[in-house]
Every structure is written in C-alpha cells, then in structure tokens.
C-alpha cells in the first residue's frame, strides 16, 4: 500500500464514520459497552501517539529535546493556554534546547 | 424534542460569534499540521488532501506520525481510522438534534468533528444547534484547509524540521487532544496504561503498530469495567 492509497482511503474511511453517526439509527450503535469502548479508543490511541512521538525514535526509546518539549506543553495546559500556544510552547522549548545542546 | 421555534437574534449572534472564533482558533492550527506533514515525507497536495477529505485533525496527525516514523502505510491508515470511530458517536449524538434530511446530510456529515459537536451539542433547538454547528463547522474547514496550505508551504521551505522543534509539536498536539479528557480519573488509567504498552512495545515491532496495540487497552478496559456503566460525555474543545 502506497501513502497515496492509505490516504485516500482512510480520508474516505473516515468521512463515512462520519456519515454513519448520523445515518445510522442511535440504537444500533446505543449500548453501553459499545459506546464505553468507543469512548476509551481515543483517550488510549491518543495516550500512545503522544508517547511514540516523543519518547520512541525508530524501534529505540530516548529522551531528547521533544521530552522537554512536552513538558512545557503540560505546563501551558495547566495555565489554559489555548491550542495553538500549547504547540508553539513545546517546539520553542525543544527549539532552543538544541541551540544550547546541538544534536539532542 | 427540540423546541425549532425558540431562536432570537441576539442568541443567534452570540452563537455565530462563538462559532467563528473556535474557528480560526482551531484553523490557524492547521499551519502546524501542513508543515508537520511535508517534514514527514508528504507531498504538499498529499498534505492538503488529508486536511480536505479526512478533515479530522487527531486522524491526520496520527497519519503523518506513522509516515514520520518510517511505519508502513496501512499501519497509519488503520490508526486514522480507529481515531475517527469517535466523530461516529458525535454524529449519533448530533442526529436528533441537528435533523438533517436528504442531500443537506453528506454535507453536514464532513462538518462532524470535536469542535462543531461541542459548540452545537449543548444548544436546546434545532435552529440554534444548526447555527452552532454549520458556523463552527465551516469556519474551522474554510481556515484549516487554507492554513494547512500555508504550513505545507511554509514547511517546505524552512529545512530540518527538527531545528524548530517541529517533532516536538506532534507530540504537544496529541497532548492538546487528550487532555480535556483527563478530568475523568478512569481515563487517566487508560491512557497511562496505554502509553506504557505502546512504549513497551516500541522495541519489538514495526514504527506504526505500538499505537493499535495500545489500542486494545481500550477494548479490554471497556470489558473490565462493563458493570460500572456510567453516562458517556461530549468532551470540550
């Protein structure tokens, strides 16, 4: 499977998703297990992402500058910093840490 | 039921004015997500592809994570899609209330995403819900495609990704997602749970595949705790 393919259906894939929610009828979809584990999927995929990103580099674990990074993004979150700022925090901090440490 | 009839001009504005601003909040974000993308070997039009028929931001970083890691590309196909389950119950949420028929509804369907649901969600009529919703939704598409644009761009031109910490914001941006949902203490489990398997198994298997593994931290939490039902939430934005 090339990147084309998997992005053009993936990109379909999840407009359908979309069009589901709202085509299906609710008690199809409306049961607590279902809806519990729909719920968790992305708390645990997203809990993950964030992990890989910043703590794996190929098949290696590491902690450079994007540990850093994340770390200031917790603490815009914890001050309420809107999105975008959380973003612009994390790769100012990893930024400029490799100005003073080139190479991590 | 919706109540269509209560809907006053004042409300309405409020509604539209709301709608917008999450929009270009959310929508210059997506300069971030262009110039992530092009750093991780997409083409600029395979950049704005994703931003235009996936349109949904947790499923395109997820996407452009895999293909940063060197992971194969079903890996982050599956991965965008598992992410994307959620704009399902969003729309099923959305149904009754937004009460669209006919051709309005694979319109409206691409519109469904975190932000549209939270600010259309909580309205008590359809008028107001579908303000909410449509302002919102098309906000957010109209400046999210155009800023991905810029980003591609921008990215393409700026050089090693990783001098401006660029690798550092994909991270930060997943953070930014998940963190509404980590005021409810079961979820905060999940997700330790779920970071640690992912990294646990980093070593042994394919750049892609730790994420779906941890996947099914998710599906083994919703069995275990199956008798501790509890009403399910839209998260904020």
Redesign the interface.
Known sequence: ???????????????L????????P?RV??R??V??????????????????????S????TID??A???A???VA?LLRA???V???????????L?VVFPGW | MPDPGHDEPTERRAIIRDGLGVGIATGLYGVSFGAVSVAAGLSVLQTCVLSLVMFTGASQFAIVGVAAAGGAPVSGAVTALMLGTRNTLYGLKLAPLLQFRGWRRPLAAQLVIDESTAMSVTRDSTAAARVGFLTTGLAVFALWNLFTFVGAIAGNLIGDPRTYGLDAAVGAAFLALLWPRLADRGNRVVAACAAAVALGVVPLTPAGVPVLVAGGVALLAGLLTRNAADATEIPAP
Do not use: N
């Open positions: 499977m090339t990147w084309w393919w998997a992005i053009l259906g993936a990109g379909l894939g999840c407009y998703l979309k069009l589901a929610g709202l085509s299906v609710a979809l409306e607590p297990l809806e519990r584990i729909a719920d968790l999927i992305p708390v645990a995929l997203l809990s993950a992402l964030v992990a890989v990103q910043v703590f794996a190929g098949t290696h674990l500058a994007r850093a990074g994340l200031a993004a917790v979150l809107p999105f975008l959380v973003v612009v925090v994390a790769a100012l901090t990893a930024s400029l490799r």
